[in-house]
């Protein structure tokens, strides 16, 4: 007879952003870009229907892993910003016709303009007010007179119902990940979100859980279309459901109203 005690784990005690670090070679497997097919679709008409036919430059904050990009690349002309190097290689790889460069979407400034400026999900990472509208300001220093800017928010404070809970299971070449993401609240009063990870990962017929941790930002509605036209945008809203998932989604699309800044 023996006792077993259990160990319990605080949160906080869970690094921060593996996934962007030493995890990072999990992203393709967590996420393969063929999965954004459907939503890249919605990008790319928008861009279309904004800025018509031809092989515009575009510019996506935040490219992670470049696996929606890789859906746009086709048929525009796309530089990539990312903050971690990480992220860039798998986005090099996957796109080696696109120019990769470091940066903080808050702060970067190429000194070049864009037909488009596109922030998919990296916009989560934003944590206050200040960061989301550095980085609308950083899209407006980038775009042509008239230029439009892209972005979607994956949660919005007066629709998000958490907790929640995600399980999925993926194979990639000799990984096997299965990975729960567990996304709460634990501050209604502030505007984040965190998000707790158990991967199982088995690579070379060897079990290994890890555990990694993410803050996201969450907002009002009514606070992104403020931001947007306080940086000199003219937003316009477009909801899009996705039938893989059933998952709806907010579009943000941004017209510049004057020269950029």
């Known amino acids: ?3 077993q005690e259990h160990i319990g784990m605080e ?3 869970i690094p921060l952003n593996r996934l962007y670090h030493d995890l990072a070679h999990l992203w393709p497997v967590m ?3 063929e999965e954004y097919a459907e939503e890249a679709a919605y990008w790319r008409a928008a861009l279309r229907e904004a800025l018509g036919a031809g092989r515009h430059p575009i510019l996506e904050l935040g490219v992670g892993g470049g696996h ?3 859906h746009l690349t086709a048929d525009f002309q796309a530089t990539a910003v990312d903050v971690s190097e990480n992220m860039l290689a798998h986005s090099r790889r996957l796109n080696p016709g696109v120019e990769h460069l470091v940066g903080d979407m808050r702060h970067v400034r190429l000194d070049r303009a864009f037909a488009a ?3 998919h999900d990296a916009i989560n990472h934003m944590l206050s007010e200040a960061d989301l509208r550095a980085a609308f300001a950083t899209a407006a220093a980038h775009l042509e007179p008239g230029g439009v800017f892209i972005t979607s928010p994956e949660f919005l404070r007066e629709t998000f119902h958490g907790p929640r809970a995600e399980v999925c299971t993926r194979t990639k070449g000799g990984t096997h990940l299965t990975y729960i993401e567990y996304t709460h609240d634990p501050n209604p009063a502030d ?3 965190e998000a ?4 199982f990962i088995t690579e070379g017929g060897r079990l290994r859980v890890e555990h990694d941790r993410m803050i996201t930002g969450i907002f009002p509605r009514s606070l992104w279309l403020r931001l947007m036209k306080e940086t000199g945008f003219t937003p316009e809203e477009r909801v899009y459901r996705l039938a893989s998932t059933g ?3 907010l579009l943000l699309l941004g017209r510049l109203r004057g020269p950029s800044r």
């Not at 707790?196 to 991967?199: D, I, K, L, R, S």
């Open 1 to 3: 007879m023996y006792r």
């Open 11 to 13: 949160p906080r005690d």
């Open 31 to 33: 996420s393969p870009p």
């Open 68 to 70: 929606n990009l890789s």
């Open 117 to 119: 400026v596109l922030i």
């Open 191 to 193: 505007t984040t979100l």
């Open 196 to 199: 707790v990870f158990a991967h």
């Open 247 to 249: 998952a709806e989604y």
